[in-house]
Every structure is written in C-alpha cells, then in structure tokens.
C-alpha cells in the first residue's frame, strides 16, 4: 500500500519535495492532501501536482483521516506551531530543519511526539543521500584514519529574499545555511566541547555572513563559514590523519571523493524543473520515511531526537555569541 503524504507549504521547497516523490513508484507514494494558507495557492499546487485534496488551513489538513504522513515545508517560525498541530491530530511528521527556532521549542516537539506516539523526523535529507551512506562508511571503516578537521562552507547572493534577511521570518545565515554545516560537523565529530561565532549583522540584526570555530577532543576542530549573500565554495572537507574526503555540495551530495578516488551517484532525471540544486535527492528522504513508518519506527537512526536536539543546542548558543535574538527566545 501507498505511503499517503499530506503536504504542508504550498512553497518552492513543498513543490521540489513533491516533484522528487513522484519520481517514486506511485505504489509506494502518493501525494494525498496540500494545504496552504490560502485555499488559491492549496489550488494552484493540486492542479500542477495533480492531488486530489486541496485545504485552505493546516487544521484542515490535520483533521484529515486518511494520511499517513505530513511533510512541513513551511518557513522556519512555523515548524513548532505546525509540527504540534498535527501530532496532536495523531499525524506522523517529517519536518523540515531546523525542526524549530531555538532547543525550548524543540525539545518540547520530541516530547509531544514521544507523548502521542507519533513518528516524528527532522528534515536533514543531506544524510539519505547515497554519498552519506558513503561517508558514514568510510569514517566508521577508518579510511582516512583519525578525523582531525572539517573544513566547510555555504554561501549565495540571496540577500534580496526577506525569508532570509527578516528575523520575523527566521531570517539569517545561521539557521537557513549553518545548520547544515553544523550537521556534518556533527556526524564527524558529535558535539563540540568549545563554540566560537563571529559574523556580520544586516539592518534587521540578522546574520548575514557567520564564521564558527568547534573544537573537539583529541585536538579536532571544525571551520565552518556561511553566507546569504555572498557566493561560497559549498564544499566540505575533511581532514584525517591518513587522508581526506570532499564533498561537493555537502548538504546535497551526488560525489564523493575519498582520498583522490571520487564516486558519482547519478540522482533521478525528471523533465520537471527543480528550484533548488540536487533536489531530486528528497526522494531519498521520502523513501527512507516510508521504510521507517512500515517498521513502525518513531523517529529515524540518521538523525534521531537527541541528534536534532543536539544541533539546536548548538545553534542556541552560536546564536547568543552573534547576538541574532528571536521573538519567541
């Protein structure tokens, strides 16, 4: 039977999740329900996406029976309050990152979940992508021996896009960019025990450009830049004691290059335009979703609770050095 996905976000990041699950066997998937605040823009979506079910609010969608999952692409600010809407309404949710704008909101996310028994996933899709799989392999297997550096960046000239300039919006470099920077330094290394951020602040007291320097145990550190309007490298490296391993593109890796030996991962083609790079790849994150709903799981080994609590934690307090305060701190 079809996993039955309701869609919440009518936005460019809900139409490339949809456009890379239809490239998925309609047996395994189907895009079931949308909802947007506006029931023109739910409209306009169903008629492109061909689904069936179309709502003009999130309650609607969450009073809607017949789902099995819920993906949340809303912006940031709304994660907390959609994520408890619908596991209150007993819905399984993929969320997309960060899975709230500060480790208050999160933990009490894990917590509903736990407490309604639902599945609940952090959208960090960069870790379903075959070269992760790769990665973990290789780290676990000792290939470039002892990790010792990570070096990383992720920059664009988006400055112009208020969703990431207004800090109604949950706007700055930090949360839209540095999580996942923060997410891969996480896997190689686990938590920082010392965090350091600088960066350059817009009008609105956002982070427009973020600098942050982890140290970990055993003399490992972590440099990592990001920026919403200057344009990066957007590769990650890391540097071991017997080799190295660069990922092009890290949050949406198709290559991989371990010690010179690179290894390609061609993602599905669609004749269907995508907004953002490599997004076929959220077809990874949709099966890996299903697998785990058919086992009866409650939240994912790739990034589990206490990884995405974890990571927030970490943001709070990089967030605190620049000096980038939210409404809802």
Known sequence: ???RWG?????KVAQDFVTAVQLLPA????????AARSLDSAQKFADRFSVPRVYGSYAELAADPDLDVVYIGTLHPQHYEVSKMMMLAGKNVLCEKPLALNSRQAEEIIQLAKKQNVFFMEGFWSRCFPAYYKLRE???AGTIGEPRIVMASMG???AHLTRLT??????GALMDLGCYLNQISNLVFGKPESINATCTLNEQECDDTTVITFRYPKQQVASLICSVSTPL???ATIIGTKGSIELPLFWCAAEITINGVRECFPLPETKNPFHFPNSAGFNYEAQHVRELLLQG???SPLIPHATSLELIKILDEARRQLGVVYDVD
């Open 1 to 3: 039977m079809a996993t």
């Open 7 to 11: 869609i919440v976000s009518s936005g």
């Open 27 to 34: 047996s395994d998937h189907q895009i079931a329900a949308v």
């Open 138 to 140: 290789a780290l676990k």
């Open 156 to 158: 664009f000239a988006n």
């Open 166 to 171: 207004e800090k109604s919006l949950g706007g």
């Open 233 to 235: 490298p957007n590769v």
């Open 297 to 299: 799981a409650k939240e």
